[in-house]
């Protein structure tokens, strides 16, 4: 599994617009291209300059074919438009998942 995480700077003042145009180029990949299992641009709760970013993919084929799909394209250009003063985003290959609660309820760190 990949997942990707990181932020988008963007005028405080084009932020809601920018993610409510992009919206349904949020949805596009869940429901058009295999190995998305999650593609989420959010507001960030205490920075309103900031769009927080969250994708999981099943594997790097997954990604790498994201990478050439007109909604990657389309969503560029979209919040390219909407005036992008930064942004910072990392790529993690998962090698362990498990649930943060246990059996008793209790979060854990542990694997």
Not at 52 to 72: G, I, K
Request: glycine residues 6%; hydrophobic residues 45%; proline residues 5%.
């Amino acid at each position: 599994m990949i997942i990707i995480a990181g932020e988008i700077n963007i005028p405080a003042e084009k932020r809601a617009a920018a993610l409510d145009a992009t919206k349904h180029l949020q949805q596009a990949p869940r429901d058009e291209e295999p190995g998305c299992l999650a593609y989420v641009f959010s507001a960030d709760p205490c920075r309103d300059d900031v769009i927080v970013v969250y994708e999981r993919w099943e594997d790097a084929d997954s990604l790498a074919a994201h990478f050439l799909h007109p909604n990657y394209f389309e969503m560029r250009k979209a919040l390219g438009e909407a005036g992008i003063t930064g942004a910072n985003a990392i790529k993690y290959r998962v090698d362990a998942s498990a649930p943060v609660y246990n059996a008793e309820g209790i979060a854990t760190a542990e694997f």
